[in-house]
């Protein structure tokens, strides 16, 4: 967490949110877990999302409790100070500083969270909290319920619903406020130079794993704390592997590489995938397929717009890919009958997208009550397209072991949409003047 990223106002204005719609009862929101990786030795940590969203606090070990009504408040729980766990592990902000620097209504030490928690559930309809996200707190909040129904006899009532928090601020988190847009293009923009770094270390002979170090490189240089996702960085036909991760091959000359890389940058990830050759120029066959992608993604993103559904991206990306499947030889028959049978699922087979935040994959349904949702401004979408063509006997040998993906991340803006990421070269004659100008620059 750089200084500038933090804003309390922001953080308590979501709070204040969140407690509007509670409509009454407790909300109770634990962060992650450290996680172990062997011994002494843990995972980086990472906060949870929810959690982060409405405090901005960055430390494991806390929990923030809102209680709403017509004076809603917020109280943080954290750990203490402690002298000699932050001379072995570093600062922690202690109950006292972290209300005055978080803005928070109350703070308590983490040990007092089950105490205080049955104290203020007394008489409150209903408790919020992540329902069956990890049976350990499930556990705990059944033992809060049972310890506000033992004081029944004292006239202290229960209360009587559970819902899953989670489902409120997942439609706080899809349309995403100012602070959040400033911080994404900051995101995107880390990525998009990553990229373009990445573009120009590619060589015939290289290793995957070397352009995966020039992403990571430029991803901390630049502040961000870490990749939204491991990177794929796919080398000729293994970018038909959809989670290619492993990273390990030589490039050949003549291949194209794709990588899909993006950075989190205070919490908020961008997700980009580019395909480029790794000498100097597309093949023949190479270019068909790309443009055929590219032509998909333009179509996917003309369409987001307010107003538009959530899958009229989808729709308009898989029309031009099939149509383009056909014209490939990669299909046969009509393209009435390739959409209706969905015979381009065989070279196309994931969606055009996902929402985009806090989370690569980020929080918001798709449809609610059965129907797509409709696009609004403030949400952020990713439109990736693609066409991955494994090497089969009924397959035009030339376009063998070809895969394509191109991603943007899009904001839903008021009148159309704004490609975050566009700083990421993605015309072919970009590319390729990008890759020559690297070449010569190596001498
Ligand atoms: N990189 C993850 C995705 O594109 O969905
Ligand atoms: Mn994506
Ligand atoms: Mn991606």
Redesign the pocket.
Known sequence: MKPNDLDPVQHGARRARLAQAMQGGVAVIPTAPERIRNRDTHYPYRFDSHFYYLTGFPEPEAVLVIVAGAQPKSLLFCRVKDEERETWDGFRFGPQAARERFGFDESYPISDLDTKIADLLGDQPALHYPVGADPAWDARAMGWLNAVRAKARAGTSAPERVHDVRALIDEMRLVKDAHELDVMRRAAAISAVAHQRAMQAARPGRYEYELEAELLHEFRRSGAEFPA?WPIVAGGANACVLHYVSNDAMLRDGDLVLI?AGCELAGYAS?I?RCFPVGARFSGAQREVYELVLAAQAAAIATVRAGSGWNEPHDAAVRVLARGMLDLKLLSGTLDAALEKETYKRFYMHRTG?WLGLD??DAGDYKRAGKWRTLAPGMVL?V?PGLYIRAADDVPERLRGIGVRI?DDVLVTGNGCEVITAATPKRIADIEALKREAIRNAG
């Open positions: 996702y899909d997700d995938t996902h690569v994959h990713t990736e991603e």
